[in-house]
């Protein structure tokens, strides 16, 4: 299985930055897709960024141009910067990882980071 260890967040006023970071690790043939959900309250678990197993990257609209999610391959690391953060950004941040387990995919989740940006 894998376990997912998350850091960062916390509060921050609007404008500014924060970064959070994800590290994998367990029993696993292959780190597919590695990224980062949030949650709001009352919200569904939204997707936030992404990095695919070929180096491409994916991201919600509304972080486009304001959020970078960066991958380390070998050790299974990602990284979410976060910068000009506005008060619409504040949630539960969520690691989700897709991993091959005996050859099969399984998707993982962290236990979350609250992110919380005041105006």
């Known amino acids: 299985q894998v376990q997912l260890v998350e850091s960062g967040g916390g509060s921050v006023q609007a404008g500014g930055s924060l970064r959070l970071s994800c590290a994998a690790s367990g029993r696993f043939n292959l780190m597919k897709t590695m990224g980062w959900y949030r949650q709001a309250p009352g919200n569904q678990r939204d997707l936030v960024a992404s990095?695919?197993?070929?180096?491409?990257?994916g991201y919600a609209d509304s972080v486009k141009g304001r959020f970078a999610i960066s991958r380390d391959f070998a050790n299974n690391i990602i990284d979410l910067q976060m910068n000009m953060l506005t008060p619409e950004d504040t949630a539960v941040y969520y690691c989700?990882?897709?991993?091959?387990?005996?050859?099969?995919?399984?998707?993982?989740w962290g236990q979350g980071t609250q992110v919380t940006v005041s105006s």
């Open positions: 989700k990882v897709t991993a091959l387990v005996l050859l099969r995919p399984k998707d993982f």
């Open positions: 990095v695919y197993i070929n180096g491409t990257t």
